[in-house]
T-cell receptor, first 115, second 114 residues
């Protein structure tokens, strides 16, 4: 079965640089979520999109922005990178129309290292 | 403030034994409770989930027990195997709220000894 695809899988950036992370949801999934996971920590919600509109917003820095495109893929743009942004970034997708459950399927993640 | 509290932080169990992980939540708006398994460097994988309308759900060796009045739920891993060694996260979300974001517990690192 098709899974969530994230690219790149690894990314190394310098402080103050910018980064773009991409997410391709499972086919027919209409909702995308972004989570950040620091070393030894649980995933923290950043932002979500449903049908290309921002659905909810968590603890996402103002330096970060994201959007969902017409083909449902999403991009997380990170500017003025800081050392503390080094983490695993996960994208998850779900079918919002399935209103009984909230099954979110996670991608393999992008490991961002800021030097 | 951790909205979902998970315990223990780590757990060692012998092969064939039972692993038990507990979670408690505060937000009464939560009505969907999944468990995720995560291996190092990998994305969380959905294991099993429960809604408050049932008190127990079993899938293979994994069982969720849910106590709505106590706002607690737990994962039981029966006949634990070395391949079950991973970090397990409980999570919670409202189903109908916008975005349906998952709020995770702090995780439990499980080690199954052969």
């Amino acid at each position: 079965a098709a899974g969530v695809i994230q690219s790149p899988r690894h990314l190394i950036k310098e402080k103050r640089e910018t980064a773009t992370l991409k997410c391709y949801p499972i086919p027919r999934h209409d909702t995308v979520y972004w989570y950040q996971q620091g070393p030894g920590q649980d995933p923290q919600f950043l932002i979500s999109f449903y049908e290309k509109m921002q659905s909810d917003k968590g603890s996402i820095p103002d330096r970060f922005s994201a959007q969902q495109f017409s083909d449902y893929h999403s991009e997380l743009n990170m500017s003025s990178l800081e050392l503390g942004d080094s983490a695993l970034y996960f994208c998850a997708s779900s079918i919002r129309r399935d209103s009984y459950n909230n099954e979110q399927f996670f991608g393999p993640g992008t490991r961002l290292t800021v030097l | 403030q951790q909205q979902v509290k998970q315990s223990p932080q780590s757990l060692i169990v012998q092969k064939g034994g039972i692993s038990i992980i507990n979670c408690a939540y505060e937000n009464t708006a939560f009505d969907y409770f999944p468990w995720y398994q995560q291996f190092p460097g990998k994305g969380p994988a959905l294991l099993i989930a429960i809604r408050p309308d049932v008190s127990e759900k079993k899938e293979g060796r994994f069982t969720i027990s849910f106590n709505k009045s106590a706002k607690q739920f737990s994962l039981h891993i029966m006949d634990s195997q070395p391949g079950d060694s991973a970090t397990y996260f409980c999570a919670a979300s409202p189903v109908v709220a916008a975005g349906n974001k998952l709020t995770f517990g702090g995780g439990t690192r499980v080690l199954v000894k052969p």
